[in-house]
């Protein structure tokens, strides 16, 4: 595909989660917020020379490029590895930028006073990362992750959000209804995000925290059988009906139960699939330990018991295989699954 139209087919997506239009940079610190918000969430593009409309203004001069390249090198903490082509189109040079998702979160943007602050990115937005962003990204650094288990201040911080339904409450307000400090609560939130039993949602200015079902069902659908080829054969997982309990992408530790009540210990994969395919359809994958036969048509429940790693794509099959072996140990390891496995 031809550059022009390639850029043609970005502006028809709009601005979106992972897409933002700039008509001019004229701050580093402004530009740094966007690079931030990108780099704390699932990566995203930078339109520079595009309006808010989609209508090709042009970058103005080879300085936006500089100030690009200054807010993500020193506007940005750790630095941000962002890379970036110049395409003509309309008898205008637009600049698409491209900001990866970081394994160093959270990175921090500098304001123009100097202090650091931490963005994330929500639809179409750049929002100030919260204390429970923060606290979720350090309690992420740890490769192998930690296994919740449930005190009675879960159970009773659960019990709370669940009389909220929907409607949920803020930071704040959690803060006052539970009989813990400020920094235990943030620490507690986060654990329950992380575990996916409690979600963030942005409404009216603010984030607030509501519970969300830590188990999803579906039916087994056709894959590509790529994971049986590789030696991990999996289960493709259809949700529908409770997609917004599907946690965030990446690598779990699971406790799969059939129709027929069998429970079997799962290694579970989410995400786009980017080592081998390049679109955007999530996929559900889950590797039964233990398990032979055919699933088709099926229905599935996965308790999510551990969260191994985030998604990322391997240089080869190889490489994938390679990896995956490494997560079956890391699932295999889980005390909550020991038993299931022993059972096998």
């Not at 699932?42 to 080879?62: F, Q």
């Not at 082509?85 to 123009?112: C, F, N, Q, W, Y």
């Not at 329950?192 to 979600?199: A, D, G, N, Q, S």
């Not at 295999?332 to 020991?338: D, E, G, P, V």
């Amino acid at each position: 595909m031809k550059p022009k139209d390639r850029l043609s087919e970005l502006i028809a997506e709009g601005e979106h989660q992972q897409q933002d239009f700039k008509y001019e940079i004229s701050s580093v610190s402004k530009i740094a917020h966007s690079i931030s918000a990108f780099a704390n969430t699932e990566g995203g593009r930078l339109l520079v020379g595009v309006r808010d409309n989609g209508t090709i203004a042009g970058v103005r001069s080879d300085e936006e490029i500089y100030m690009i390249d200054a807010a993500a090198h020193t506007g940005c903490r750790p630095e941000v590895d962002c890379t970036w082509e110049t395409v003509k189109a309309e008898g205008h040079t637009v600049l698409i930028a491209t900001i990866p998702a970081s394994a160093d979160r959270p990175v921090m943007a500098r304001e123009e006073d100097g202090r650091w602050r931490a963005y994330v990115r929500v639809a179409d937005e750049n929002i100030v990362a919260t204390p429970v962003h923060l606290a979720l990204w350090r309690s992420e650094q740890h490769d192998a992750g930690t296994l919740m288990r449930f005190t009675e201040q879960q159970t009773t911080a659960l019990d709370l959000l669940a009389k909220e339904g929907e409607a949920g409450l803020t930071l704040n307000q959690f803060c006052r209804r539970v009989t813990l400090s400020r920094k235990s609560a943030i620490r507690l939130l986060a654990d329950l995000v992380r575990f996916y039993l409690v979600k963030m949602e942005y409404r009216g200015q603010q984030f607030r925290f509501v519970t969300t079902g830590e188990e999803i069902s579906g039916t087994v659908v056709r894959g590509h059988q790529l994971g049986r080829r590789l030696g991990y054969p999996t289960a493709n997982v259809a949700v529908v009906g409770n997609e917004s309990a599907i946690p965030r992408r990446g690598v779990y530790a699971a406790i799969a139960t059939l129709s027929d009540a069998r429970r079997f210990p799962a290694m579970v994969n989410i995400g786009y699939r980017p080592t081998v395919e390049n679109e955007h359809r999530l996929t559900i994958e889950a590797h039964l330990i233990g398990f032979s036969g055919d699933l088709y048509g099926q229905r599935l429940s996965l308790r999510f018991i551990d969260r191994i790693r985030d998604e990322r794509k391997m240089e080869s099959l190889d490489d994938l295989k390679a990896q995956l072996a490494r997560d079956l140990q890391a699932v295999k390891a889980c005390s909550q699954l020991k038993p299931l496995i022993a059972s096998c």
